[in-house]
T-cell receptor
Framework: DAGVIQSPRHEVTEMGQEVTLRCKPI?????LFWYRQTMMRGLELLIY????????DSGMPEDRFSAKMPNASFSTLKIQPSEPRDSAVYFC????????????FGDGTRLSIL | QQPVQSPQAVILREGEDAVINCSSS?????VHWYRQKHGEAPVFLMI?????EQKGHDKISASFNEKKQQSSLYLTASQLSYSGTYFC???????????FGTGTSLTVIP
């Protein structure tokens, strides 16, 4: 079975540009999570969806960040405009339910904002 | 709100045992454990759903003390493949809030 698929794997762009990260969860999973990982702050939950509906976006750092899940098989995380401090590895994870179920992570997107 | 893990880092020789602790200031509903190798994504190890529950996975097991709001991960007879960063993940409150711990770097040497 295919795991969680993220694209792109690497993204390098200049500050001020729009960045869009993409995620395809595991088929049949109804919860999707976006995380950001940095050395300073560790693994932070940005937002999670249950049945395509955003449930908790309290971790989204600023209005420059937005996330959508238009259907059960696709989600995007957008940063506009991007800043150097947004540089991090962004992970997407999915699970069969939002609680008490293992989260399966994608390989991540390594984002560098110059 | 982020759970605190201890120790921050540990170095073991093959065959030695280790314990990693995860403590929360808030009531916990469940605890997840994940391992992340350098440059890779976190990989699920186990979930503990009840207070006092212990689960095992090969030579890796864990306990969950609901009253103390703590969980511990036990690695016995460590192998080189156990090296990585271990994270606890905790569900708190009624709002499905999920937080990963501060992480513990574990290195097993021959």
């Amino acid at each position: 079975d295919a795991g969680v698929i993220q694209s792109p794997r690497h993204e390098v762009t200049e500050m001020g540009q729009e960045v869009t990260l993409r995620c395809k969860p595991i088929s049949g999973h109804n919860s999707l999570f976006w995380y950001r990982q940095t050395m300073m702050r560790g693994l932070e939950l940005l937002i999670y969806f249950n049945n395509n509906v955003p449930i908790d976006d309290s971790g989204m750092p600023e209005d420059r960040f937005s996330a959508k899940m238009p259907n059960a098989s696709f989600s995007t995380l957008k940063i506009q405009p991007s800043e150097p401090r947004d540089s991090a590895v962004y992970f997407c994870a999915s699970s069969q339910d939002s609680r008490n179920q293992p989260q399966h992570f994608g390989d991540g997107t390594r984002l560098s904002i110059l | 709100q982020q759970p605190v893990q201890s120790p921050q880092a540990v170095i073991l020789r093959e065959g030695e045992d280790a314990v990693i602790n995860c403590s929360s200031s808030k009531a916990l509903y469940s605890v997840h454990w994940y391992r992340q190798k350098h440059g890779e994504a976190p990989v699920f190890l186990m979930i503990l759903l009840k207070g006092g529950e212990q689960k095992g996975h090969d030579k890796i097991s864990a306990s969950f003390n609901e009253k103390k709001q703590q969980s511990s991960l036990y690695l016995t007879a460590s192998q080189l493949s156990y090296s990585g960063t271990y994270f606890c993940g905790t569900e708190m409150g009624t709002g499905n809030q999920f937080y990963f711990g501060t992480g513990t770097s574990l290195t097993v040497i021959p």
